[in-house]
């Protein structure tokens, strides 16, 4: 049973627009929520990340915005960039960090 | 310098054989972890070790023997490589807090 559904599964994006990902958990004892990045040929890298204590955390272009009542978590890029083209995966945590459950991954492709 | 270093990069085998891929860190991390991702990059933790003590031990085959010398080494050795083994194996760590996770590269297995 997958923890963290994870939509659309690709994404187009003209430069410039705003790319938007969506998550949604069911385990209410999750309370960390980051965002992996990952080029081809790479790990991923940890993007952003966010506590249910807040709705929003915004790291320039890269926002998250948390809804803890519908257990949804969406990334949001803003003037989206050819460079941002990448698969993006959201993920869960709780405790002690130790297990973290990803999406399924979303590639997103920004096109000039 | 590579902060989570793995190797080999690409690794073809047969079925049946026994391969191992190897793992170094040089972030300082107590905790360091093996991840599967599949043909459809979902990723999902299948160990974790803590100052070389294993924690997590996500109902893999025992066919895989993860060993970890020391606090900066955790490699992966696979025995009777059968076809449901190819993947990308990414080896990570993070700080105790484990907020963060850093992965290597990958290690792209295909069984023949």
């Known amino acids: 049973q997958q923890q963290v559904k994870q939509s659309p599964q690709s994404l187009i994006v003209q430069k410039g627009g705003i790319s938007i990902i969506n998550c949604a958990y069911e385990n209410t004892a999750f309370d960390y929520f980051p965002w992996y990045q990952q080029f081809p040929g790479k790990g991923p890298a940890l993007l952003i990340a966010?506590?249910?204590?807040?709705s929003e955390k915004k790291e320039g272009r890269f926002t998250i915005s948390f809804n803890k009542s519908a257990k949804q978590f969406s990334l949001h890029i803003m003037d989206s960039q050819p460079g941002d083209s990448a698969t993006y995966f959201c993920a869960a945590s709780k405790d002690n960090f130790n297990k973290f459950y990803f999406g399924s991954g979303t590639k997103l492709n920004v096109k000039p | 310098d590579t902060a989570v270093s793995q190797t080999p990069k690409y690794l073809v085998t047969q079925m049946g054989n026994d391969k191992s891929i190897k793992c170094e860190q040089n972030l300082g991390h107590d905790t360091m972890y093996w991840y599967k991702q599949d043909s459809k990059k979902f990723l999902k933790i299948m160990f974790s070790y803590n100052n070389k003590e294993l924690i997590i031990n996500e109902t893999v085959p025992n066919r895989f023997s993860p060993k970890s010398p020391d606090k900066a080494h955790l490699n992966l050795h696979i025995n009777s490589l059968e076809l449901g083994d190819s993947a990308v194996y990414f080896c990570a760590s993070s700080t105790r807090t484990g907020e963060k996770l850093f992965f290597g590269s990958g290690t792209q297995l295909s069984v023949l």
């Open positions: 966010i506590r249910p204590d807040v």
